[in-house]
């Protein structure tokens, strides 16, 4: 008798961890193809025909983006679970909704901008896992702009990659992320931001955040810094690190899925891409105008947050 209710115990217990592991994990497995074609193209075509399409975001992106409207997490999980039902997409189940307001607090004064000129010398190349250009995520353009800061130059050097997927791409758990930052970000392209400062006979890459002011609400966003660490392509980083190039020759390695980025390389036995300036498009400009030009959402200013020299 003990025995078998042991047994039983066991089986009990093994059931019910299956069932977690189910409930838990299976999004992130499950492929999901999107009912409606290219999921931007999707998002746009809806959010221009279908009122309710369009009512639901912003009503969602009020919430999330304007520091004085506050955040009902019940209220986001209904209004983000609309968008997926008219995308074709399943729904998210509350445990999993795990997404925050991204904007807190707001400028009293629009804050003045950087004015960008062209660099006077960067080489750089983007080296990224083979794996990510071909689920679609390459990296398209680059965005330059040198300006003064604590009496010297930098260079802000934004890329824009094609995509993000949270891997396995094209799980609900990649498409839900995808979803969320249309809404949140107003664009699906992936943009992140890094300084290379000329200091004496080197040049110190430093991975550092930024705030971006928002149109009409003057609404603070804080953009993260995306140095890897030693992190590698199955994970993801925001690090804030400063490496030391031998000059402004540079080559940055995208290590992670979320393409943080590292002088060194994290994936050794990872097949790359390479890219130069050569080989996408370059513009001379911000951080800020680069969000202007892949977002549907509108900046107004930036903020540096470098050391002062």
Same mark, same amino acid.
């Given at each position: 008798?003990?025995?078998?209710?042991?047994?039983?115990?066991?089986?009990?217990?093994?059931?019910?961890?299956?069932?977690?592991?189910?409930?838990?994990?299976?999004?992130?497995?499950?492929?999901?193809?999107?009912?409606?074609?290219?999921?931007?193209?999707?998002?746009?075509?809806?959010?221009?025909?279908?009122?309710?399409?369009?009512?639901?975001?912003?009503?969602?992106?009020?919430?999330?983006?304007?520091?004085?409207?506050?955040?009902?997490?019940?209220?986001?999980?209904?209004?983000?679970?609309?968008?997926?039902?008219?995308?074709?997409?399943?729904?998210?189940?509350?445990?999993?909704?795990?997404?925050?307001?991204?904007?807190?607090?707001?400028?009293?004064?629009?804050?003045?901008?950087?004015?960008?000129?062209?660099?006077?010398?960067?080489?750089?190349?983007?080296?990224?896992?083979?794996?990510?250009?071909?689920?679609?995520?390459?990296?398209?353009?680059?965005?330059?702009?040198?300006?003064?800061?604590?009496?010297?130059?930098?260079?802000?050097?934004?890329?824009?990659?094609?995509?993000?997927?949270?891997?396995?791409?094209?799980?609900?758990?990649?498409?839900?992320?995808?979803?969320?930052?249309?809404?949140?970000?107003?664009?699906?392209?992936?943009? =992140?931001?890094?300084? @290379? *400062?000329? &200091?004496?006979?080197?040049?110190?890459?430093? #991975? !550092?955040? %930024?705030?971006? +002011?928002?149109?009409?609400?003057?609404?603070?966003?804080?953009?993260?810094?995306?140095?890897?660490?030693?992190?590698?392509?199955?994970?993801?980083?925001?690090?804030?690190?400063?490496?030391?190039?031998?000059?402004?020759?540079?080559?940055?390695?995208?290590?992670?899925?979320?393409?943080?980025?590292?002088?060194?390389?994290?994936?050794?036995?990872?097949?790359?891409?390479?890219?130069?300036?050569? =080989?996408?498009?370059? @513009? *001379?400009? &911000?951080?800020?105008?680069?969000?202007?030009? #892949? !977002?549907? %959402?509108?900046? +107004?200013?930036?903020?540096?947050?470098?050391?002062?020299?």
């Amino acid at each position: 008798m003990g025995r078998r209710f042991l047994y039983a115990t066991l089986l009990l217990v093994a059931s019910l961890v299956a069932v977690v592991h189910y409930l838990l994990y299976y999004p992130r497995y499950a492929r999901v193809e999107p009912g409606m074609g290219d999921l931007g193209e999707a998002f746009t075509r809806l959010y221009e025909a279908d009122g309710e399409f369009r009512k639901t975001v912003e009503e969602l992106r009020s919430m999330v983006l304007d520091p004085e409207k506050p955040y009902d997490r019940g209220r986001a999980l209904e209004l983000f679970n609309t968008l997926l039902r008219k995308l074709h997409l399943p729904p998210i189940p509350p445990h999993l909704f795990n997404y925050e307001k991204s904007v807190r607090e707001k400028a009293a004064l629009v804050p003045e901008g950087i004015l960008c000129r062209v660099p006077r010398e960067l080489n750089l190349t983007v080296v990224q896992p083979l794996l990510d250009v071909e689920e679609g995520n390459a990296l398209e353009a680059v965005y330059l702009c040198s300006f003064e800061h604590g009496g010297g130059e930098v260079v802000e050097v934004t890329l824009i990659f094609s995509d993000e997927d949270r891997p396995p791409a094209n799980s609900a758990d990649d498409l839900w992320y995808d979803v969320w930052r249309l809404v949140a970000w107003g664009r699906v392209e992936d943009v =992140e931001t890094f300084y @290379a *400062v000329p &200091s004496d006979s080197r040049v110190l890459v430093r #991975y !550092s955040g %930024l705030v971006l +002011v928002m149109g009409g609400t003057l609404g603070l966003r804080e953009v993260a810094p995306i140095g890897s660490g030693a992190r590698a392509y199955g994970e993801s980083a925001h690090l804030e690190v400063v490496e030391v190039a031998e000059s402004m020759d540079i080559t940055v390695y995208v290590n992670t899925w979320n393409h943080a980025l590292s002088l060194r390389d994290c994936n050794p036995g990872v097949e790359k891409a390479l890219f130069t300036l050569d =080989e996408v498009r370059v @513009a *001379v400009g &911000s951080r800020m105008d680069a969000e202007n030009q #892949y !977002s549907d %959402l509108a900046y +107004v200013s930036e903020i540096v947050l470098l050391p002062p020299g």
